[in-house]
């Protein structure tokens, strides 16, 4: 049985215990990861020659992250790691692998992607002006590279990170022009319950807005974005306040985000199963509660799979190796099962509280103008999916994107995607359900012709 | 169960084929039914090349090919929307002296037709075209072929024909067709249709209808392998396809006016017509790297950011069934058009409908009854 | 004009880039997008507007920041590390078609 190959897909905290608990089971899993260095994007790491702790790059993630990053490199002969390798296809039981311009088909007995997320965008007219970035990205230019995105900051759109990474910048001495939540402060007191799941979270939160508040940054709340102004990169947010009235907040850089998406793709081209989730309002590929999707032999773990956060990703990385080792025929202890499930349950109900309180705005949709960009690849405006749905009969989100080139960029539709589903859904004034979800094509991302087949 | 839907005829299959069929059937004065069993032109005749090209076909077929290609220059005009047909050429470029003499021999032989090619030096190519490999020898242009948009064509038509007045049914698969007295019945889930006249134009689907009217053919399916580079400055005019003996060289590829460059050929992946699904084998997309670069070496600075594939209906013969049933009367047929039937579409929609309409058309269709496979 | 601002590390060594023939300083284990970011206020004209484009998700997600070397390479910045020496062009493309 030791000669059965397991791979693993991403060196986050969900890859990190995947490949840990299949390494303590006698195998010598194959870790593929698209970064030079572990960690994931959560707890990236910096590059060689940078300086500051662990507790300047992660706060109170510190002690998590040195423990992800110890047990990854505790796994040092023990597993066979391929960084800056990109799993660009999935085809006939095997992954189809890109390094550098080396093309390798490696085929495999199980497969646990754990590949994360990244943000959740919803457009605002202007996104495309230089100065405007994801959350997560602001987040990783600090993180991995000490920088602030521009000099005068604004932090739109909603989520816990939003307030995560606005609090990191002004620690960090960057100038943060506003942060400004979409989501109203009432739909926070709803999800109050939900979040009390896990106090220590809730309590972070509440840490990160009031030391935004000590520090004399700006928070609103309940606010609409109106656009995004300059002419050659960002010099201002327009935006309404709760009681409607127009702001103008001056600033050279925007972060835009909205909570996070999972990083479907390859799950998509493995054949698995999706259905919508009404919670994420998005398609998420269906698992039973250990990670085992539709088609045999391929698992789902961390964020890739729902957006539970690192914590929940580690415990569910974990979990999806006891699965697959039994499916292939090891003993796991019924005990390690329940424990790990138990763990995980009140992650979800968390999630849920979250995705409460900081609502994805889908009804910005309706309020974009025809000349707002959707699809920053290809610059598909808001006007030319209504005209696909309305006068060529677009009733769906593929045929949307045959007709008018929406999510047909470079980017595959990571970036407009759920926007695009809901400009859609809007124009057809149909649930978003129905207009379904954009089928994952290969390459994952592109892929150079200069490649060449080894192996 | 409501009454039949009563129409002159029913068209089953949407793509290309079927709603060119219906929309030069409306323009006709017939009373038609398309029925689609998912939106139209979302097979085959969507996820296709964009070829339209007449060189290089099998010559019997080219009074059609050039009827076709008249539509295609009148096409925003016939359909009121546009579908990206540009006559920027289409020229064959081969890599070995014999492949240029048969280039030069197929040059004369496309003369009676109408056709006429430029046979090219590989210097006059290079002047040309500079982005061509210095390998090839010679090329052959057909100046007034180009290329189109496969997405955009077949619902084209398909709106076109509805506003023309037809019937255009999407969602509607086809449960059962039979010939129960002088009219066919043709019943979807949600309504029956009466007709004296059917056109089978499924595809790769066309033979599993045919069957039904005791006339099985050796059909099979296939997917091409298609892929698109990110978009660039555009610098390459022609569709261009290299001529070969050896069919994994046979690459095509032509860049959009908005830049990115769009190839296929080479190897064909599996297909699944009972799935609705054709895969790309990632085998084959970077097999055809080699050999794409072969042709335009320019190309290897690229990426490429997506793939794809699709349903075709291929005969072993490697020409279509079109033409009326050798069995039944009021049967048609326009299907299985062997992976170049793009082109071809407008020219068969308005075929079939004077076929269908008069009874009889100077086009010659002899070589594609469906009788040259009297199977059982 | 720059768009990044470093907020530390800055004792790392210094590397030399050019940014469409101008020579500019970044810092070893910048990554190239930092390293142009630092200097520049863009990386690459948008294909379908006017516009200009200097990336969005920085984890190698959104592709928007694919740049050219002078020799021809295409680099995607955010997950590239910058190395001295380097001759980018984030102006128009160096696609080099023709073939002879």
Redesign the interface.
């Known amino acids: 049985m030791a000669d059965r190959r397991v791979v693993v897909v991403g060196a986050g905290p969900a890859g990190t215990r995947a490949a840990e608990r299949l390494a303590a089971a006698g195998l010598r899993p194959v870790v593929i990861d ?3 260095l572990n960690g994931g ?1 959560i707890y990236r790491r ?7 702790p662990a507790e300047a790059l992660y706060g109170f993630e510190a002690g998590r992250a040195r423990a992800v990053h110890g047990a990854f490199e505790a796994l040092s002969g023990l597993i066979e790691h391929r960084p800056q390798t990109l799993v ?2 999935i ?2 039981g095997a992954l ?1 692998l890109l390094c550098g311009t080396k ?1 390798e ?1 490696l085929p495999y007995d199980a497969l646990i992607l754990a590949t994360g997320a ?2 959740r965008i919803m457009p605002v007219r202007g996104w ?7 959350l ?3 987040q ?3 993180k ?8 005068e900051v604004v932090f739109m759109g909603s989520g816990p990170l939003l307030y995560l990474v606005a609090y990191q910048y002004a620690k ?3 100038t943060v022009a506003a942060v400004l939540d979409t989501s109203p402060f009432s739909a926070s007191v709803k999800a109050l319950p939900a979040l009390a799941t896990r106090p220590a979270m809730l309590a972070k939160g509440i840490y990160y807005t009031a030391r935004l508040a000590l520090r004399g940054v700006a928070v609103h709340r309940g606010i609409t974005p109106v656009a995004i102004e300059g002419d ?2 960002v010099a201002a947010v327009v935006w309404r306040d709760a009681a409607g009235r127009e702001r103008r907040t001056a600033c ?2 925007v972060g835009l985000g909205y909570g996070l998406r999972s ?1 479907t793709q390859l799950a998509d081209l493995a054949r698995c199963d999706f259905a919508f989730d009404p919670i994420a309002r998005q398609y998420l590929p269906v698992t039973d509660q250990d990670g085992r999707t539709s088609t045999p032999g391929v698992y789902l773990a961390g964020d890739g799979a729902r957006i539970q956060g690192a914590d929940a990703a580690e415990l569910a990385g974990r979990l999806a190796a006891c699965a697959a080792l039994r499916d292939l025929g090891h003993s796991v202890p019924a005990a390690e099962f329940a424990s790990l499930r138990a763990a995980l349950a009140p992650m979800a109900q968390f999630r849920e509280g979250l995705d409460t309180a900081f609502p994805w705005p889908a009804h910005f949709a309706a309020g974009f103008a025809d000349s707002d ?1 959707v699809c ?4 598909i405006t808001a006007g030319d999916l209504r005209e696909v749905a309305l006068e ?2 677009a ?1 769906e989100l593929n ?1 949307a994107k ?2 008018s080139r929406v999510g ?5 539709g ?2 407009c995607g759920p926007a695009a589903a809901e400009v859609l859904a809007d124009a057809l004034g149909v649930p978003v359900e129905q207009v379904g979800r954009l089928r994952g ?3 994952v ?7 060449e ?1 080894v192996g | 169960m409501s009454a039949p839907i009563q129409a002159d005829v029913i068209v089953v299959g949407g793509g290309i084929m079927g709603a060119a069929t219906a929309f030069f059937l409306r323009r006709r004065g017939v009373k038609v039914v398309l029925l689609e069993r998912g939106l139209v032109g979302q097979q085959a005749s969507g996820v296709n090349f964009g070829n339209v090209r007449r060189q290089g076909r099998f010559l019997p077929q080219l009074p059609l090919a050039n009827r076709s290609r008249a539509i295609w220059g009148q096409l925003s005009e016939l359909l009121g929307e546009d579908a990206e047909f540009i006559a920027t050429g289409h020229v064959r470029v081969c890599f070995r002296a014999h492949e240029a003499d048969r280039l030069e021999a197929h040059a004369l032989a496309v003369r009676e037709y109408g056709l006429e090619l430029e046979i090219l030096s590989a210097n006059e190519l290079r002047a040309r075209y500079p982005f061509l490999a210095p390998g090839v020898v010679a090329g052959s242009l057909s100046p007034l072929d180009g290329h189109a948009n496969p997405r955009l064509a077949a619902p084209a038509f398909g709106r076109a024909a509805a506003r023309a007045g037809a019937l255009v049914v999407e969602n509607a698969e086809v449960l059962a067709i039979e010939k129960p007295g002088d009219d066919f019945l043709v019943e979807t889930a949600a309504a029956t249709y009466r007709a004296p006249i059917v056109q089978i134009s499924a595809g790769a689907w066309g033979g599993t209808l045919s069957a039904r009217f005791g006339e099985k053919v050796p059909i099979v399916a296939r997917g091409p392998q298609m892929a698109v580079t990110e978009p660039m400055p555009y610098r390459i005019a022609p569709v261009v396809g290299v001529f070969s003996d050896n069919e994994h060289e046979g690459m095509y590829f032509r860049q959009v006016k908005r830049g990115n460059i769009v190839w296929g050929g080479g190897w064909r992946g599996p297909a699944f017509p009972d799935l609705l699904r054709a895969y790309i084998d990632p085998m084959n997309t970077l097999r055809q790297f080699p050999m794409v670069t072969r042709v335009a070496p320019g190309l290897a600075q690229l990426r490429t950011i997506r793939t794809w594939s699709g349903i075709e209906g291929y005969l072993p013969d490697d020409i279509p069934i079109m033409g009326p049933s050798g069995k039944v009367s009021g049967l048609f047929y326009a299907f299985g058009f062997c992976g170049h039937g793009f082109q071809l579409g407008p020219g068969v929609g308005d075929t079939m409908a004077e076929l269908i309409a008069t009874g009889s058309t100077p086009i010659p269709l002899a070589p594609f009854h469906i009788s040259r496979f009297a199977m059982q | 004009m720059s768009r990044f601002r470093r907020l530390g590390e800055t004792g790392r060594a210094p590397i030399r880039l050019t940014i469409d023939g101008a020579e500019v300083w970044a810092l070893a284990g910048d990554t190239l997008m930092v390293a142009l970011l630092a200097n520049t206020a863009a990386l690459r004209d948008s294909e379908f507007d006017a516009g200009r484009r200097a990336g969005f998700c920085l984890m190698a997600a959104c592709q928007d920041c694919w740049v050219w070397t002078e020799e021809g390479e295409r680099l995607r910045a955010c997950s590239t590390e910058a190395a001295d020496g380097m001759r980018i062009v984030t102006r128009g493309t160096a696609w080099r078609i023709d073939a002879s």
């Open positions: 698209e970064a030079a994007q910096q590059p060689a020659g940078f300086t500051r660009w296809h085809y006939d189809h093309a088909r990244t943000d495309t002006l230089p100065g405007v970035y994801s997560g990205g602001s990783i230019a600090l991995a590279q000490a920088c602030a995105i521009g000099a960090a001495g960057a050659d990169g050279d850089a990083e960009v920053r690849c290809e610059c060529k009969g009733p045929r045959a007709l047909m960029g470079r980017c595959q990571r970036m094509q290969g390459p991302k592109p892929l150079p012709i200069a490649t087949i």
